[in-house]
């Protein structure tokens, strides 16, 4: 099975700083056959079910503000928030779809004001 | 517009069964294979079973294997998880989730119903 872990568990950033929180997987979800990346990215608030931010490792969803922003290939991955803004404070989970069905999901980090 | 709506959630004691539908609407159901994903409190995210749009095809993570099983209605838009011997573990929010067609991403989400097993 391949295991998602998420760095660091939590992360307090300062309003309009840029917040990095990082992805690795202990197994490469570049799939050969379209490289492409089998990695998605994840909002959610208390109370809220998770949104979709990124997915395919670097595409935006329709409707997330340009300030989110997916990059990496292979195991390593980071979602980047340009600037931080008050409703970015959330848990945001990564997401491998390598495997099928389902995949397997980070444990979350934490995104705080400081 | 993309509408899924949990409902059967509830406290149950554990070994006893309980099943929770999800209604669809806004979009073609019987096109579309259909998810639950789970979150036990303060968790994170835990994918559960999937079914196909035709229900020929069912997966289970092996934490429900043998004692959940997804169905649908197509006919009334509606999905399904039968959940028996339930354990104190199998506390969490229920989420179903609509697949995407080109991998299992999700991007269209209940708002979850909570299941809690307790005596």
């Known amino acids: 099975d391949i295991v998602i872990t998420q760095s660091p568990d939590s992360l307090a950033v300062s309003l309009g700083e840029r917040a990095t929180i990082n992805c690795k997987s202990s197994q490469s979800v570049l799939h050969s056959s379209n490289n492409k990346n089998y990695l998605a990215w994840y909002q959610q608030k208390p109370g809220q079910c998770p949104k979709l931010l990124i997915y395919?490792?670097?595409a935006r969803e329709s409707g997330v503000p340009d300030r989110f922003s997916g990059s990496g290939s292979g195991t390593d991955f980071t979602l980047t928030i340009s600037s931080l803004q008050p409703e970015d404070v959330a848990v945001y989970y990564c997401?491998?779809?390598?495997?099928?069905?389902?995949?397997?999901f980070g444990q979350g980090t934490k995104l705080e004001i400081k | 517009q993309v509408q899924l709506v949990e409902s059967g959630g509830g406290v149950v004691q554990p070994g006893r069964s309980l099943r929770l539908s999800c209604s669809a609407s806004?979009?073609?159901?019987?096109?579309?294979?259909m998810h639950w994903v789970r979150q036990a409190p303060g968790r994170g995210l835990e994918w559960v079973t999937l079914i196909s749009f035709d229900e020929n095809n069912k997966y289970y993570a092996d934490s429900v294997k043998g004692r959940f099983t997804i169905s649908r209605d197509n006919s009334k838009n509606t999905l399904y998880l039968h959940m028996n011997s339930l354990r104190a573990e199998d506390t969490a929010v229920y989420y179903c989730?609509?697949?995407?067609?080109?991998?299992?991403?999700?991007?269209?989400w209940g708002q979850g119903a909570l299941v809690t097993v307790s005596s």
């Open positions: 395919w490792a670097s």
């Open positions: 806004g979009f073609t159901f019987s096109s579309y294979a």
């Open positions: 989730a609509r697949d995407v067609g080109d991998g299992d991403y999700f991007r269209y």
């Open positions: 997401q491998q779809y390598y495997t099928t069905p389902g995949g397997t």
